[in-house]
């Protein structure tokens, strides 16, 4: 089943590869229905109750180096792999906007589905390394073939900055491997569960991870190049990117770094507390500054991401889960307003906020994009009954009780939150109209189904959140069982570094 | 064509001026611009019928009622009404069709937009009908501001007016004592609720004129006749010099008996006492709507001088229309109703076609109103001044002055009535 997940869109890459481009289209679309139909099965087949990983498949493949195909699917990956399932549909089934060299985009946006599944189900941190660096290639060249001006400098930006990630993740794996291993190299990420190291060994190699993952989510100060690459990719590729694809930092954050070093982790969480607040902040006042909505909407997504990190520091149950409710909740509201603001700028022909005005008129405007830009905004900025909301909220409602001054300093950026996306909403929907350019063409109902399907689930979610949180609850107790019972430090002091 | 005598105007605006010199309208002659100008009279002219007819039907017959719940249900007696300017009963026959109302209007009537027959509340409901409140909303721009010319608004405040109202009210609330007791102590408020059924009157009278005016136009632009945005121009000079004199006159049937308020004694004038304020209060003035331009007393972009407005046909921006509270809408969902087919098939080869019908008709309707604009220029011209021929320079100069003066009132950049007015806009085929 979890191989089907992975190798079944590679087989439909190949397949629509090699097809005609009025045909491509077809495959691609059939190909991302059934692995979507099997994203929705592998929810049927998910045990709740069930605590560790499950569906678990292994074959052995390079022994020698510790390299296997070990597979296995728990309550952290499980709602990732949907999504991305889902976000890959959305975007194959109702892209309008390659017009060239279709049979390849579609490829290539296979490959980085099975790439990011790959590297969520991988239960050897090898084969995790692997998929995420094979990630890289489609991802580099879908921007650097349908991006926007500046593509190249995009891509080259976001490859270099990506490599250095994998290159520090594949340094923290291999000196874990050597050092867990008996003389041999140790990969396996349930065996590596039980090893013990020093608490100084188990640092540094934190570090490491940290810092790979904190490139690929982005965290501030490595956020540089999501600006440039995301404004520059074309929309379905940003969907992809901010959707599915930074995810795997967040993921590797709770999979890895809290789960293989505890003890580190709790003795560093009360300053990657502060620096999630910080960041949160930093997202949220450069968003306010920008004068591009999507370059807005980028801002806001670094913003984002550092709620997550703010629930890994907390490491409770709630602010676990709300940290995994945060990643898919954050890759809806990301893929939708993305995907809105593409539209926006495919029909107006710009993104610049002192431009865009009176888009909610009803006739030569976009009132129901407009609306949806609405309600993502408020899912944004977590306004209750959106998905959002319930994803701040069981962040902020477990890291208060352990970090009440980094989790302020959250909420203080969501109520920032609300101000760079009323300057949005109030600059693009609302006032008139300009007579001399308005002229744009209309947002034709396939454009709008994306849209309305990102945000049914939102609020579907935003009202049955149990539906979300259910499947990460078991392995969000697991990884605080693993974490030290007592809190080092609400506060950070220097002299807890030097125990 | 006219040769000018004179050396060219340095105004804002020469290239119109130079046009009505010519003897042209403010509207540029192309064949689009007359396609779009008759249709759109055609569209107007159906409800016009309506509005018309229901506007003396308030004025005559609702006239006090403090609950006019059904006001807007016009009775069959109105709908049969002759109209004195059609058919063959007509005084002055200008349309050479039917008198009663328009065969378009009793089929919409009867099923409306949603094509089923039910009951007519609900009909009124659904706004599935033909909306009066935009014609309401004429009406009280033509109340509310002053000073427009015309002999009947200082009468409406002349004590043989407050006599003949006196008489109408107590007659109106004969046997009802809370009524005329509210009208012993508030005397002044039930005066004004003549005065307005007075403008009911004179704004039903003055589409009575143009609905036939709009239809004959529009027949004989089927024909072939128009060839030119000047023809149709000219065409409503001529209707406004013929039709200038007929009378002017509020009278209130109270259970079967006439009350005059205003007596066509006292010869009021269509031309002087309906039009003229017409086309001041409703294509200059109006009143800000909601919506339609944004506006904002404490910046004080609201004129403290009612000459000053400028929210009028001539300067509305058309591009929110089908946005919520904005009254001209329901004026434009009126038309959208009777639009001749080639105008159908026009407005569906630009921008987006059938979604965005309701502006680019209400651009059209734009482009018509400067036209008619155009002709009532054009006759305060022959009315007043000299003909465009004449040989002597200094009458052209005086004319030129007068054509200057009319357009100076696009051109005047206070509080913005230079950026608001359209008519730059509608010198081009694109603004649609």
């Given at each position: 089943m979890l191989s089907a997940l992975i190798w079944l869109p590679v087989l439909g890459a190949l397949f629509t590869g090699i097809l005609l481009p009025k045909w491509a289209k077809v495959s691609a679309i059939a190909t991302s229905s059934i692995v979507l139909f099997l994203n929705l099965l592998l929810l049927r087949q998910f045990n709740l109750g069930e605590g560790g990983f499950q569906l678990q498949e292994n074959l052995t493949w390079l022994d020698s180096i510790g390299l296997n195909y070990s597979l296995g699917i728990d309550g952290l990956s499980l709602p990732l792999v949907v999504l991305n399932g889902l976000i890959t549909w959305l975007v194959v089934c109702f892209d309008r906007e390659i017009e060239e060299r279709k049979p390849l985009f579609y490829v290539l946006i296979f490959l980085i589905h099975s790439s990011f599944s790959g590297a969520v189900l991988s239960l050897n941190t090898l084969l995790f390394v692997l998929f995420y660096e094979v990630e890289l290639i489609p991802i580099y060249l879908v921007i650097a073939i349908w991006g926007g001006k500046q593509k190249n400098y995009a891509a080259i930006k976001f490859l270099i900055f990506t490599a250095i990630s994998g290159i520090l993740i594949l340094a923290g794996f291999l000196a874990l491997a050597w050092l867990s291993g008996n003389g041999g190299a140790l990969f396996d990420y349930q065996a590596l569960q039980s090893v013990s190291l020093p608490l100084s060994t188990q640092i540094i190699l934190l570090l490491l991870l940290l810092g790979g993952f904190a490139i690929k989510a982005p965290f501030v100060p490595f956020h540089t190049w999501l600006p440039d690459t995301y404004v520059e990719s074309i929309?379905?590729?940003?969907?992809?990117?901010?959707?599915?694809?930074?995810?795997?930092?967040?993921?590797?954050?709770?999979?890895?770094?809290?789960?293989?070093?505890?003890?580190?982790?709790?003795?560093?969480?009360?300053?990657?507390?502060?620096?999630?607040?910080?960041?949160?902040?930093?997202?949220?006042?450069?968003?306010?500054?920008?004068?591009?909505?999507?370059?807005?909407?980028?801002?806001?997504?670094?913003?984002?991401?550092?709620?997550?990190?703010?629930?890994?520091?907390?490491?409770?149950?709630?602010?676990?889960?709300?940290?995994?409710?945060?990643?898919?909740?954050?890759?809806?509201?990301?893929?939708?307003?993305?995907?809105?603001?593409?539209?926006?700028?495919?029909?107006?022909?710009?993104?610049?906020?002192?431009?865009?005005?009176g888009l909610l008129n009803p006739l030569r405007g976009f009132p129901t994009i407009s609306a949806l830009l609405i309600l993502g905004g408020m899912a944004s900025a977590g306004i209750p009954g959106m998905l959002g909301f319930i994803a701040e909220f069981l962040v902020f409602q477990g890291s208060f009780v352990k970090f009440p001054i980094p989790t302020l300093l959250a909420i203080l950026g969501t109520g920032l939150t609300a101000v760079y996306?009323?300057?949005?909403?109030?600059?693009?929907?609302?006032?008139?109209?300009?007579?001399?350019?308005?002229?744009?063409?209309?947002?034709?109902?396939?454009?709008?189904?994306?849209?309305?399907?990102?945000?049914?689930?939102?609020?579907?979610?935003?009202?049955?959140?149990?539906?979300?949180?259910?499947?990460?609850?078991?392995?969000?107790?697991?990884?605080?069982?693993?974490?030290?019972?007592?809190?080092?430090?609400?506060?950070?002091?220097?002299s807890s570094f030097r125990k | 064509m006219l040769t000018s005598q004179l050396p060219p105007s340095t105004h804002p605006f020469a290239d119109i001026i130079h046009r009505l010199e010519q003897g042209g309208s403010m509207l540029p002659d192309t064949e689009e611009n007359l396609m779009q100008i008759i249709g759109l009279y055609k569209a107007y002219a159906v409800p016009m019928d309506f509005y018309w007819r229901d506007l003396l039907y308030i004025a005559e017959q609702v006239f006090l009622d403090p609950l006019p719940a059904f006001k807007y249900f016009l009775p069959q007696e109105y709908l049969d009404l002759a109209n004195h300017y059609a058919g063959e009963t007509a005084d002055l026959r200008i349309w050479r069709g039917y008198s009663t109302a328009h065969q378009e209007l009793l089929d919409f009537m009867a099923k409306g937009e949603l094509k089923t027959k039910i009951p007519k509340l609900f009909h009124h409901l659904y706004h599935d009908r033909i909306n009066m409140e935009f014609a309401e909303e004429c009406m009280r721009a033509m109340f509310w501001h002053r000073n427009m010319g015309g002999l009947l608004e200082p009468?409406?405040?002349?004590?043989?007016?407050?006599?003949?109202?006196?008489?109408?009210?107590?007659?109106?609330?004969?046997?009802?004592?809370?009524?005329?007791?509210?009208?012993?102590?508030?005397?002044?408020?039930?005066?004004?609720?003549?005065?307005?059924?007075?403008?009911?009157?004179?704004?039903?009278?003055?589409?009575?004129?143009?609905?036939?005016?709009?239809?004959?136009?529009?027949?004989?632009?089927?024909?072939?006749?128009?060839k030119g945005v000047p023809d149709a121009m000219n065409f409503l000079v001529n209707g406004i010099f013929a039709i200038a004199g007929r009378p002017i006159y509020h009278r209130v049937n109270i259970r079967g008996e006439w009350?005059?308020?205003?007596?066509?004694?006292?010869?009021?004038?269509?031309?002087?006492?309906?039009?003229?304020?017409?086309?001041?209060?409703?294509?200059?003035?109006?009143?800000?709507?909601?919506?339609?331009?944004?506006?904002?007393?404490?910046?004080?972009?609201?004129?403290?001088?009612?000459?000053?407005?400028?929210?009028?046909?001539?300067?509305?921006?058309?591009?929110?229309?089908?946005?919520?509270?904005?009254?001209?809408?329901?004026?434009?969902?009126?038309?959208?109703?009777?639009l001749p087919p080639y105008l159908i098939d026009y407005y569906q080869k630009f921008c987006r076609g059938k979604d965005d019908m309701l502006i680019q008709l209400a651009v059209s309707f734009q482009r018509s109103m400067y036209n008619v604009t155009s002709a009532v220029i054009q006759a305060g011209r022959a009315a007043f001044l000299y003909p465009l021929d004449d040989p002597n320079p200094r009458h052209l100069l005086a004319n030129r002055a007068y054509f200057e003066g009319q357009l100076t009132r696009f051109a005047n950049p206070k509080y913005g009535m230079n950026k608001a007015a359209r008519i730059l806009a509608i010198q081009s085929q694109n603004y649609r």
């Open positions: 929309t379905p590729v940003v969907m992809m990117l901010g959707g599915v694809v930074a995810k795997l930092g967040t993921y590797g954050l709770f999979r890895f770094c809290v789960s293989l070093f505890p003890d580190a982790w709790s003795l560093l969480s009360p300053w990657i507390a502060l620096w999630a607040g910080l960041g949160i902040l930093y997202g949220a006042v450069t968003a306010i500054a920008q004068k591009d909505i999507k370059r807005m909407v980028a801002y806001s997504s670094i913003g984002h991401m550092s709620y997550i990190l703010l629930a890994a520091a907390a490491g409770t149950p709630l602010s676990l889960v709300g940290g995994i409710a945060q990643m898919v909740s954050h890759g809806l509201i990301l893929a939708l307003l993305f995907d809105l603001v593409g539209i926006i700028e495919k029909k107006v022909g710009t993104r610049e906020l002192d431009v865009l005005n996306f009323v300057i949005l909403l109030n600059r693009t929907c609302f006032g008139k109209l300009d007579n001399a350019t308005a002229y744009y063409p209309k947002v034709f109902r396939s454009e709008q189904i994306p849209a309305l399907v990102l945000t049914s689930i939102i609020i579907f979610l935003g009202i049955q959140p149990q539906w979300l949180t259910a499947w990460s609850e078991t392995v969000a107790t697991q990884i605080t069982d693993r974490l030290p019972s007592v809190t080092i430090a609400q506060t950070p002091s220097p | 009468y409406m405040d002349s004590e043989e007016y407050k006599q003949n109202a006196d008489r109408a009210i107590r007659a109106y609330f004969q046997g009802n004592p809370i009524m005329l007791g509210l009208y012993r102590l508030f005397p002044e408020m039930f005066l004004e609720q003549c005065r307005q059924a007075t403008m009911y009157s004179v704004l039903g009278l003055f589409w009575e004129v143009m609905a036939p005016v709009f239809f004959e136009m529009s027949d004989i632009y089927d024909e072939g006749g128009f009350f005059d308020l205003v007596p066509k004694a006292k010869g009021f004038t269509w031309l002087y006492e309906a039009a003229f304020p017409y086309v001041e209060a409703v294509f200059y003035r109006t009143s800000p709507f909601r919506g339609t331009k944004s506006y904002n007393a404490q910046a004080q972009e609201v004129p403290t001088d009612q000459n000053d407005f400028h929210y009028g046909v001539l300067y509305a921006d058309k591009f929110p229309v089908a946005s919520a509270g904005i009254p001209p809408t329901l004026l434009h969902q009126d038309m959208y109703h009777f």
